[in-house]
């Protein structure tokens, strides 16, 4: 281990050596459609995490192939279902497999596929209609008993919802309103706001509330009492539960189109302090998007990442002393300027760390998927060697190196940092190393650089 923590002394010390917490740019798809939503989940009952796309009409998903983040082409679910802004993945019938949730905004409906299993999907089944132009979708066990119900946004005219799972097994009941009043409640997340170990409701909303939550009165999806949080101010289109400042309750992580903020849970019942500004434009076309709250570098608290369906791509920024300070503005790839229109955290290629998955439409009319690789080890981030290449990955006997500059010694640990083989070769076995996820550290005349492996 102290090997590993080593190189990130390197980082000060040699030119040669250069360090970012994502790597490029990996093209998934250059003709994807005007995405309106891009979610992570095992649909093929893999183990890994695929990708599913919803265009204005059409609903797909990319596999996962090998679990390292390489992608089948796209595997149409649905072609009929216009306007979809709304998406969820879900077990909704109790089988262990994933379901997909979809709203309509022209249909003003929510559907779903039930899993048929291996990636297979059966055709709509309609959950709920007439609902004022369908949007937010939002699973979650509002009655405490052991199924997932659905919270229900609407993009027009007042109020919000609920459906009940019934059985169980996918059998919704009609709508229960939440509220009557709130007008365009297009989104919500669950989460115990309040501390009582059962479901809570936050909402967005415009016209004199702008941000409220709804208490689970009895844990069984009473939701009668509306506590108001925000009452001025621009549309928050993006929100987040988390706990932003490590005191064990749920923060509020937010945006506005011109501002990142967080709220904390002052005594963990859900009383929200004043917001907290993380980045604010003054820029004349302010466009922030798709604020999540998640441990990019793998030390413990939550980092925020957001992007802009402008100009800038997309940025992180770290939660400095995990209380909530965040630090100065990090582009996650600054050779990229152009609009990010989603933003998917998950682990794509199963290596212990988040990499970020996004979709574009850039100026020359391509419409891009793509995902940038978390290069963090540990919480050390990975340092690479120009031109550095290790193949074949994944690998099970022989693992060969290509190095732009003379090797000194390749190092190989496990994910606990102990040391498994040393070799100054460019050709080594490894067919006695152990199967999964290894770390490979070549020493070079000007430094080091580290890759990782994948060993089958």
Known sequence: MKTLLSIYLILFTSVNIYAQLFGPMQLINDDTGNLSGLLSGDLDNDGDL??????????????????????????????????????????????E????????????????????????FGSAQIIA????????????????????????????????YWVENLDGNGS????????????????????????????????????????????????QGNFSTQHIIETTGLYENHFNLADIDGDDDLDILSNKIDEILWRENLDGQGNFGAKITINLTTNSTPDFVNANA???????????????????????????????????????????????????????????????????????????????????????????????????NPAKDILFLKSPEPIEHVTIYDLLGKRLLQENKEQINISSLPAGLLFVEV??????????????
Do not use: C
């Not at 905004?105 to 899993?115: A, N, Q, T």
């Not at 009557?180 to 706001?193: E, H, K, M, P």
């Not at 802009?308 to 630090?327: H, K, M, P, T």
């Open 129 to 160: 209609t007439n609902l004022n132009s369908a949007k937010g979708i939002t699973p979650a066990d509002l009655d405490g008993d052991g199924d997932m119900d659905l919270i229900l946004g609407v993009t027009n005219g007042s109020g919000f």
């Open 294 to 392: 998640v441990d990019l570098d793998n030390d413990g608290d939550l980092d925020v990442a957001y992007n802009s369906v402008e100009d800038f791509g997309s940025i992180w920024q770290e939660n400095l002393n995990g209380l909530g300070n965040f630090g100065p503005v990090q582009f996650i790839d600054p050779d990229f300027i152009g609009p990010v229109q989603n933003l998917q955290p998950a682990d794509i290629d199963n290596d212990g760390d988040i990499d970020l998955v996004m979709n574009s439409l850039i100026a020359n009319g391509d419409k891009l998927l793509f995902w940038y690789e978390n290069l963090t080890i540990l919480g050390v981030p990975d340092f690479a060697i120009k031109g550095l290449k290790i193949y074949p």
């Open 172 to 219: 919704f009941s009609t709508l229960i309103p939440i509220n009557n009043t709130l007008s365009q409640a297009r989104l919500q997340v669950a989460g115990d706001i309040d501390g009582d170990g059962d479901l809570d409701i936050l909402s967005n909303s415009v016209d004199g509330v702008i941000m409220s939550w709804f208490e689970n009165i009895d844990g």
């Open 97 to 120: 497999r994933l379901d997909i949730i979809i709203s309509s905004f022209e249909f003003d409906r929510v559907v779903w596929f039930r899993s048929q299993g291996n990636g297979h």
């Open 443 to 456: 020493k070079t005349t000007s430094g080091v650089g580290v890759k990782k492996l994948l060993k089958k």
């Open 50 to 95: 695929d990708l599913l796309t919803v265009s204005t009409n059409e609903v797909s998903w990319h596999e996962n192939l090998d679990g390292l983040g390489n992608f089948d082409t796209t595997n149409v679910i649905d072609q009929n279902q216009s306007l979809a802004l709304g998406q969820a993945i879900n077990d909704l019938d109790g089988d």
